[in-house]
């Protein structure tokens, strides 16, 4: 099975380095990683979107995430980065 099709890859990254952006945007406050953790991260959210809409059946072998699903996907990704790396930060409490 191939997960994506033609330049189908390239316009998920694409995306999903947009739907990152506007995922920080929603969200705003500190981020661990800064801009770039923020950009892979959307990507992450796109490639995920789309594995998921393709199992449960919303979009093609072809089709990638569409730009709300990928924006979901970036957010619920960020929520979930700054909830693991929210207790690193200073030293550990007793």
């Known amino acids: ?6 330049a ?13 952006v506007i995922g920080k945007l929603l969200m705003p406050g500190k981020d661990p990683g800064g801009f770039v ?6 990507i ?3 490639l995920l ?4 809409g393709r199992a ?4 093609d072998a072809n089709e990638g995430a569409h730009v709300l ?3 979901l996907g970036s957010v619920i990704l960020l929520f979930i980065y ?10 550990p409490s007793l």
Request: proline share 2%; net charge positive; no cysteine.
């Open 69 to 71: 699903a990928a924006i």
């Open 8 to 20: 189908g890859w390239l316009m998920t990254i694409l995306l999903g380095g947009i739907a990152g």
């Open 82 to 91: 700054r909830q693991i790396h929210k207790g690193r930060n200073g030293p």
């Open 44 to 46: 992450a959210g796109a």
């Open 56 to 59: 449960i059946g919303w979009y």
């Open 49 to 52: 979107m789309t594995l998921l």
């Open 1 to 6: 099975m191939e997960i994506f099709g033609g």
């Open 37 to 42: 953790v923020t950009v892979l991260l959307g």
